[in-house]
């Protein structure tokens, strides 16, 4: 994959926030984002994926794994991951023919993620919704 927009933001630079403890804490998470930067050198052993959130304006990033952490507590399928989520939501707000042009979009509109529960069933799961800017 590509880096996205790492020539405007300096990653070392940003506060980075977790969308897991937001959703820990209030049931829910949102995150404004103006610049989405895919990762394909992640962790230690620079195999993981990850998607990286930046909101330039509030020097904040959210990043999530998509492929499995590779030091989490539970084992996730590749597809149930939180990052699998973040990039099947950029899709649905930003569909492209493929990855790059789904991120290029994003980049260009910038948006808002929330995460919600969502019933299901008996059950619930989290719901992974990405809207685009107004304009």
């Known amino acids: 994959m590509v880096d996205w927009n790492t020539e405007t933001t300096e990653m070392d630079s940003l506060e980075f926030v977790s969308l897991r403890e937001q959703m820990k804490d209030t049931d ?17 052993s620079g195999e993981g994926e990850v998607i990286t959130l930046i909101n330039t304006a509030a020097s904040q990033a959210a990043a999530v794994w998509v492929t499995p952490y590779p030091d989490a507590k539970f084992e ?59 304009e």
């Open 28 to 44: 829910g998470a949102s995150f404004s984002f103006d610049r989405v930067r895919m990762s394909s050198d992640a962790g230690s």
């Open 76 to 134: 996730v399928a590749p597809d149930q991951t939180d990052g699998a989520r973040l990039g099947r939501a950029l899709a649905r707000c930003f569909p492209g023919e493929d990855n790059a042009e789904t991120l290029t979009k994003a980049n260009e509109a910038g948006g808002t993620l929330t995460v919600r529960k969502n019933d299901f069933g008996e059950s619930w799961a989290w719901l992974w919704e990405v809207t685009p800017t107004e």
